[in-house]
């Protein structure tokens, strides 16, 4: 079950890299790393998962051995990456919307006037 | 009382430093609207931060202690670190002081640098986010903590190359930086995953107790993963391009932070990595890993520089160039190495941060840094002149200055660890890092002729030097590209071997944070030992004598009764010489330099300009076939 | 008392031997003889061998013309910083067993230290604003940088054999080579050197700027290149620059693998050194002089990472192995 999702996972990741290497579209670069990014995260909340776990949601005085839940660690790791993907999305297409305006075109292979 | 007594204590400084940058982009943004007033914020915090960190230098570097700081007092329990911690020891410092010098003189002279700007706001916002980002990384005793990190500087550094985002090749500069720089970001938070999967903590010190003896094939996968994921932010080959793209384009004093600080981030990330992490460097094929890609890039990036045409951009393939000595010399994994690594990476934040700074004040007052288009400045720019050829010479490795005394350091290193080990591939890396430094001196012969000397074409006719906050910037740097040329022993006995000394401690690097540290292998007797012989003071102090005696006897001779002509008056005597021509302007052009060396090279030239195609697909797929040798790499050789 | 003693010795040092008057003298004794070899090799009568002092004094004592687009300071102050560097490394290499600084820097230093002199002409040349010291700038550095690959093949093909004997591994300083020499007969009579030897003798014209590696200063083409726009004393500086720089390389050339020589003696030391330079420099200055035609530039650069770099890369491996 839990190995479903690292596949799915590094699917994504590898989609995500794919895309970035072979499209010439600027937006189907961002989509790419959007990709990646959703792949890290599945992967990050994969690790922490334990089957049959609860909410990591305790007070100090109900928290005993005994008690089972999911990692909360990753959980955290992966609010703060959503977070940080969200703003690598925005970042990238504000650029995409200046270098049209610049360049007129999205194709990468017309943005190189920095080469060699 | 005692709170404040504690609150001054220097356990808190790290977090200090790092927080006043941070705190001042806070409060540029709230209160940042007047002048003055952003001046005043921007200038306390990188001063507030460079002074924590100094103060830090006497219990960290020289009494050795290293600061294991758990924020809000969340210690350990049941020896699992559950709570963020910083750990400082000599070698986060090391970096750390580099930072903060490099902040505060960028600062300084951005004072005066970005006042034509729009935005400075936002300017000084980015720029402080990117100082304490990579600060938080080098102080960071904790894996997502460094990733944090890496996000925030590679976030405020693409928005700081596109600050000008006029600027030819701005835009497109930062998205590329973008697109690789988040792949790299995402390779280091796929790695930091996969190693807490394994370790079940992100702790620095704790995953160096856990990892070298559970080594298995995630955690091979992860080595491989971070280590292309710093490698991205070193910039080094094949992420050089990024570099010459994004130092181009961005602002003079972004160049010197993006050249001087955060392609150092990615090394300290490298050094954590396979020093302490993984204990990974006394195998000969890591050290071939390092060395290998340390060479290629050192002596790839000289010969890209060779070619290029436009001033920044040569300086920025130069900082990669600069970034592969300090790999490889970090990689032979010998204590005069890393000594030699760590002094080389102190010198090129100086050198190459006022390199920048001079060419960031010849696009100030001429508009552009087209080499073709320049000339003659020296007349005109003084002071800019002198002090980039003090960089110039710095980093081309002329006796005295600090790019000789490491760089000699480095050829030793290699040329030791060759016979020492036997093995005739690392004399090679000496010969390599030899020619590298001269083809670096033919480049800024280069540069020097075709900007400061040479002709002056008309359109530069009315040029000024710079105002004196930038000069005075530069000035720093320059000093001190002086100072620690001048006196190597004593900044390798004071900085760089408390540092170097360091790396090989792990056992206390782990125990400091209150682990469990019998398993490593305890410090092993680091010997700073060289073979060679080079006294700066007694060479200057005769050349001095020397200089002076001719200089004497020159002026005793009237050597300076000399006439300078003006061009249009000249002297009826010297008509009889003249065909009664007009002068011309005639330059020669940087791009027809060093032809007999071009010829021959013609192939090789060929191909690295059609490899260095400029489409981010290109570069994207590099990283991705660097991932793909090094994952290789990593789970044959570890 | 003893301080302004030992102060009084090392301005001699630096003043008289191995320093200022005994480069003036040798140098251009050295560039004379040089001089009058090629003629003698061509056929001609050629000058007398006290010429080149004759030329220095005469342009001493002409005006200095600077040109309109040249920047004053720099264009003036670098021959004088490149005559004080090359004495300064003349200093530095040993006179047999006599060294008077040669402690202070070893022969990667050295090979920097060479580098200063090449840099204060190129500086000089590119503050004339002349485009012939353009031209005749990039030449220079390509030589230089054509030089530098075999030479420090060379220079670590003996630190390799002279480290490996005495048992340290390696040993870059040129004392205790000059020791080790002095000791164990030259190095030259060792078959690993032997190739080196050549590749010096090889490199010590291209590094002196000689014919036919002068395509850097090329009279009938560029104007003298780099020294174009000069004249005068500065012009006279330069010229007596050229001449001492043969006598450093030589004389290195000495250090490296003809030591062991010397007599103990300091007066007559000198007098061997100065002797051997002058067979040195009529073998591998005069003598290739008189047989070539000058090479264009990028037949410079192939010659030196070619030919003369296969001859130290072969020394080197037989050092490397022992031999």
Request: proline share 3%; glycine share 10%; net charge neutral.
């Amino acid at each position: 079950m839990i190995m479903l999702n690292y596949i799915a996972s590094f699917f994504l990741i590898t989609l995500g890299l794919y895309t970035i290497v072979t499209k010439h579209n600027l937006v189907k670069t961002v989509i790419g790393l959007s990709i990646a990014d959703y792949g890290v995260n599945l992967l990050l909340i994969s690790i922490g998962f334990n089957p049959g776990g609860t909410a990591p949601i305790f007070t100090w005085s109900e928290l005993n051995p005994a008690s089972f839940f999911v990692d909360p660690i990753p959980q955290a790791l992966t609010l703060t990456s959503i977070v940080i993907g969200a703003c690598v999305t925005a970042m990238s297409l504000a650029l995409v919307i200046k270098l049209e305006e610049q360049y007129g075109t999205t194709d990468t292979r017309e943005i190189r006037r920095l080469h060699g | 009382m005692s709170s404040v007594m504690n609150a001054l204590s220097y356990q808190h400084f790290p977090i200090y430093a790092i927080m006043v940058l941070f705190l001042g982009a806070f409060l540029i943004v709230v209160f940042g609207g007047n002048r003055t007033a952003r001046n005043i914020l921007a200038l306390l915090s990188i001063t507030a931060s460079l002074a924590f960190i100094l103060a830090l230098v006497k219990p960290v570097m020289w009494d050795g202690e290293i600061i294991a700081y758990w924020m809000g007092g969340r210690v350990p329990a049941g020896g699992y670190a559950i709570g963020i911690a910083l750990e400082v020891d000599a070698l986060s410092l090391f970096f750390a002081l580099l930072v903060s010098v490099a902040v505060f003189v960028s600062g300084v002279y951005s004072i005066q640098y970005m006042r034509h700007d729009d935005n400075e706001r936002e300017y000084y916002t980015l720029f402080l986010m990117l100082g304490g980002g990579v600060m938080g990384l080098v102080l960071s005793g904790d894996l997502f903590n460094m990733f944090i990190m890496v996000e925030i500087l590679t976030f405020a550094a693409v928005a700081l190359t596109a600050f000008r985002n006029t600027a030819k090749g701005a835009l497109e500069a930062a998205f590329k930086y973008l697109v690789v720089g988040s792949i790299g970001s995402t390779c280091i938070l796929v790695g930091t995953s996969m190693l807490y999967a394994q370790a079940h903590t992100l702790n620095l010190a704790q995953l160096a107790q856990v990892i070298p003896g559970n080594l298995n094939t995630a955690t091979k996968v992860a080595f491989a993963l971070l280590f292309v994921g710093f490698g991205t932010k070193a910039f080094i080959v094949p992420f050089h391009p990024l570099a010459a793209d994004a130092h181009g384009a961005a602002p003079a004093s972004i160049s010197v932070m993006i050249s001087g600080v955060l392609t150092k981030s990615g090394i300290y990330g490298i050094i954590r990595l396979t020093y302490f992490l993984f204990q990974t460097m006394n195998l000969g094929t890591m050290q071939f890993l390092l060395v290998f890609i340390g060479s290629l890039s050192m002596f790839v990036c000289v010969t890209m520089a060779l070619a290029q045409h436009d001033f920044k951009r040569l300086l920025a393939f130069h900082s990669i160039s600069q970034i592969g000595y300090v790999l490889t010399a970090v990689g032979l994994c010998t204590a005069l190495g890393v000594s030699a690594g760590l002094y080389h990476a102190m010198n090129h934040t100086l050198f190459k941060g006022l390199l920048f700074l001079a060419a960031g004040a010849v696009l100030h007052e001429t508009g552009t840094t087209d080499l073709g288009k320049l000339g003659g400045l020296s007349k005109k720019m003084p002071y800019t002149t002198v002090l980039f050829l003090i960089g110039a010479f710095s980093i081309s490795g002329i006796p005295p200055f600090n790019g000789f005394a490491s760089k000699w350091m480095i050829y030793q290193a290699t040329y030791q660890k060759a016979v020492e080990s036997g093995n005739i591939g690392f004399l090679l890396v000496t010969i390599i890092a030899l020619v590298t430094s001269v083809l670096t001196l033919a480049s800024f012969v280069k540069v020097s002729q075709s900007v400061f000397f040479g002709q002056l074409p008309r359109e530069l006719e009315n040029v000024k030097e710079v105002p004196f906050g930038m000069r005075f910037a530069m000035a720093i740097f320059a000093l001190l590209c002086v100072l620690t040329g001048l006196f190597p022993n004593l900044v390798t006995t004071y900085i760089t071997e408390p540092a170097a000394r360091a790396v090989f401690s792990v056992a206390q690097y782990i125990g400091a944070m209150g682990f469990d540290a019998s398993g490593v292998a305890a410090e092993t007797a680091v010997s700073f030992a060289h073979v060679g012989v080079w006294e700066p003071i007694s060479w200057l102090l005769i050349l001095c004598i020397a200089l002076l005696s001719v200089t004497i006897v020159a002026v005793a001779s009237k050597y300076d009764r000399v006439s300078q002509c003006s061009g249009e008056a000249v002297d009826s005597k010297y008509e009889l010489f003249y065909g009664g021509e007009a002068q011309e302007f005639s330059q020669v052009g940087g791009g027809d330099l060093f032809w007999g060396f071009k010829h021959n090279w013609r192939g090789y030239f060929d191909v690295m300009h059609r490899l260095h195609s400029g489409v981010v697909n290109d570069y994207a797929l590099w990283a991705v076939v660097d991932l793909a040798l090094v994952l290789l790499f990593s789970l044959i050789v570890l | 008392m003893t301080i302004v003693i030992t102060a009084l010795q090392y301005l001699g040092y630096v003043l008289i031997f191995p320093g200022f008057l005994f480069c003036f003298l040798a140098g251009m004794l050295l560039c004379g003889i040089d001089r009058k070899l090629v003629a003698k090799m061509q056929k001609r009568v050629g000058p007398p061998i006290l010429q080149p002092f004759y030329d220095f004094f005469k342009l001493c004592g002409k005006e200095t013309i600077i040109p309109a687009s040249a920047s004053k300071t720099t264009f003036l102050m670098a021959p004088l910083v490149g005559l004080a560097a090359l004495v300064v490394i003349q200093l530095f290499i040993p006179v047999f067993s006599f060294s008077a600084f040669s402690g202070m820097a070893d022969v990667i230093v050295i090979l920097y230290l060479l580098l200063i002199p090449a840099m204060s002409i190129i500086l000089g040349g590119a503050a004339s604003g002349s485009p012939y010291a353009g031209v005749g700038l990039s030449r220079e550095m390509v030589t230089i940088i054509s030089c530098e690959l075999p030479l420090v093949l060379v220079l670590l093909a003996v630190a390799k054999t002279v480290g490996s004997a005495m048992g340290t591994g390696l040993c870059f300083s040129l004392s205790d080579i000059a020791a080790y020499q002095a000791m164990n007969g030259s190095l030259i009579t060792k078959l690993s050197m032997i190739p080196a030897a050549v590749a010096m003798l090889l490199i010590i014209p291209g590094e002196t700027g000689n014919h036919p590696f002068d395509a850097a200063e090329a009279e009938t083409e560029i104007c003298e290149g780099l020294l174009a726009e000069y004249s005068g004393a500065p012009l006279g500086v330069f010229k007596l620059s050229h001449a001492i720089k043969m006598l450093t390389l030589t004389s290195l050339f000495v250090a490296l693998f003809l030591g062991g020589l010397g007599t103990g003696i300091v007066a007559l030391d000198g007098i061997i050194l100065f002797l051997l330079c002058v067979v040195l420099t009529a073998v591998s200055i005069s003598f290739v002089h008189a047989i070539t035609a000058r090479l264009k530039i990028e037949q410079i650069f192939k010659f030196y990472w070619t030919l003369v770099t296969g001859l130290a890369l072969i020394s080197l491996v037989l050092a490397w192995y022992g031999l």
